[in-house]
């Protein structure tokens, strides 16, 4: 079965400092990858997509970057975090291609509170 | 261009009652159309989807949803609604070979 994973869980972070977050996906070939940011606990802004390795999309311009090194593995980025990056980062998966059946998976969550 | 509507910012419905939790969307031609729900603090879960066939689809957790083309909605319903149902709920559409776009989510609580 497939199973995707985000780390870390929390992150407190200063203002100006760089930031990191994985997001890796098992037991599937050529998923699409997803980065959502969710605020204050209600709706959801996608952030970046990728349809595969080396290829983002960015849906909005922002203090964010995210790169696909591999496959399965999806990283959101930034060099120098703002008060405003304070979040829920959330990574989601689909089948790619013809495996795909319209859904979304979704990982468990980063929490993001820039200090 | 795709969009979807959740009316309520919050639904508060007594504990063995039946619930709803409206959604209306938009879309140029036949619509995919999904439900999760969000506990605190953690990822969405999904919950059930409309691709075609029988308008009425069951899902997770007892939960069901009606697709309504004349009326261009997706409700989310449960006959008899549990504490434990409380939750952000999302509805969601897409256009086929496009993005899922989310709707802006809908509090259910659940009172004993």
């Known amino acids: 079965s497939q199973t995707i994973h985000q780390w870390p869980a929390t992150l407190v972070q200063p203002v100006g400092s760089p930031l990191s977050l994985e997001c890796t996906v098992e037991?599937?070939?050529?998923?699409?990858l997803y980065w959502y940011r969710q605020a204050a606990g209600r709706g959801l802004q996608l952030l970046f997509y990728?349809?595969?390795?080396?290829?983002i999309s960015s849906e909005v311009p922002q203090n964010l970057s995210a790169s696909r090194p591999q496959d399965r593995q999806f990283i959101l980025s930034s060099k120098k975090l703002l008060l405003s990056d304070s979040g829920f980062y959330l990574c989601?998966?689909?089948?790619?291609?013809?495996?795909?059946?319209?859904?979304?998976?979704f990982g468990e969550g980063s929490r993001l509170t820039v200090l | 261009a795709q969009s979807v509507a959740q009316p309520e910012d919050q639904v508060n419905v007594a504990e063995g009652n039946p619930l709803t939790v409206k959604c209306t969307y938009s879309?140029?031609?036949?619509?995919?159309l999904f439900w999760y729900v969000q506990y605190p603090n953690r990822g969405l879960q999904f919950l059930l989807k409309?691709?075609?066939?029988?308008?009425l689809v069951k899902g997770s957790y007892g939960f069901e949803a009606e697709f309504n083309k004349s009326q261009t909605s997706f409700h989310l319903k449960k006959p008899s609604a549990l504490v434990s149902d409380s939750a952000l709920y999302f509805c969601?559409?897409?256009?086929?070979?496009?993005?899922?776009?989310f709707g802006t989510g809908t509090r259910l609580q659940v009172f004993p």
């Open positions: 989601a998966w689909e089948g790619g291609g013809l495996v795909n059946t319209g859904e979304l998976f």
């Open positions: 409309y691709i075609t066939g029988d308008n």
């Open positions: 037991g599937t070939s050529n998923p699409n």
């Open positions: 969601a559409v897409r256009d086929p070979g496009d993005k899922l776009i």
């Open positions: 879309v140029s031609g036949n619509p995919y």
């Open positions: 990728s349809v595969g390795i080396g290829q």
